[in-house]
């Protein structure tokens, strides 16, 4: 978790649609309040920083679970609805993080997918060969999208990015050097259909946002 950043330099850094909300109303008792406040930080972040078209505010839409902390995001998104905005907002924000933490591993993982899923790796867009610092970077991306271009590519884009994802941790557990009751292999199976089921459900809140239904 960062260091809290000095007031000198908060009072220079611009602000960002939604930024309020999440840290004012972040852990709020009453479940209907917390859930409208999720509700309304989410439109407010990717529908202001959007109209805003400022370099800067993208890349704190880019970096904001990294800057106020994951916990903070959580607290208020955690719990939505997963075809929700603040849902989706949620697992790209998880996505980001868990991607920068673990780069090689993930590097690895796409590298095997990619050899099976050849058009979802089109989609995805992660730049050739998928090494630490590539599929780092096509997560960045795909948070510059919530703020710039197609939201509804955007959020396929990230599907697409998990399905390989998926692909490739299924092969590792099947691999001959983990045995069928090695928990390791079972760990990567059951994470591998959590990365499919994310797939899914980005993709259900993109036809969502096509549709005009998510405001």
Same mark, same amino acid.
């Given at each position: 978790m960062p260091e809290p950043v000095p007031p000198s330099r908060r &009072?220079?850094?611009? !602000?960002? =649609?939604?930024?309020?909300?999440?840290?004012?109303? +972040?852990?709020g008792v009453d479940p209907s309040a917390v859930q409208e406040a999720a509700h309304a930080a989410a439109s407010a972040l990717v529908h202001g920083a959007r109209s805003a078209q400022d370099a800067e505010v993208t890349r704190r839409v880019v970096r904001l679970?990294? #800057? *106020?902390?994951?916990?903070?995001? !959580?607290? @208020? $998104? %955690?719990d939505a609805p997963a075809d929700s905005l603040a849902g %989706?907002?949620?697992r @790209?924000? /998880?996505l980001r993080t868990w991607v920068h933490r673990q780069p090689v %591993? /993930?590097?690895r993982q796409y590298a095997e997918g990619r050899r099976h899923a050849p058009v979802l790796e089109v989609v995805a867009g992660v730049a050739d060969p998928p090494g630490p610092q590539e599929v780092a970077s096509v997560v960045d991306a795909v948070l510059t999208?919530? +703020? *710039?271009? #197609?939201f509804a590519v955007t959020l396929e884009r990230a599907a697409a990015f998990c399905r390989v994802l998926a692909i490739g941790r299924a092969h590792h557990a099947d691999s001959s $050097?983990? !045995? =069928?009751? #090695? #928990?390791a292999g079972a760990a990567l199976t059951r994470s591998a259909a959590r990365l499919v089921r994310t !797939?899914?459900?980005? *993709? &259900?809140?993109?036809?969502?946002?096509r549709a005009g239904e998510l405001g």
């Open positions: &009072h220079h850094r611009p !602000a960002l =649609p939604g930024d309020q909300a999440i840290v004012s109303l +972040a852990g679970a990294q #800057d *106020e902390g994951l916990e903070v995001i !959580a607290d @208020l $998104w %955690a %989706a907002l949620w @790209l924000y /998880v %591993a /993930v590097s999208g919530v +703020a *710039e271009g #197609d $050097w983990i !045995a =069928p009751e #090695d #928990d !797939a899914e459900q980005l *993709e &259900h809140v993109a036809v969502r946002w």
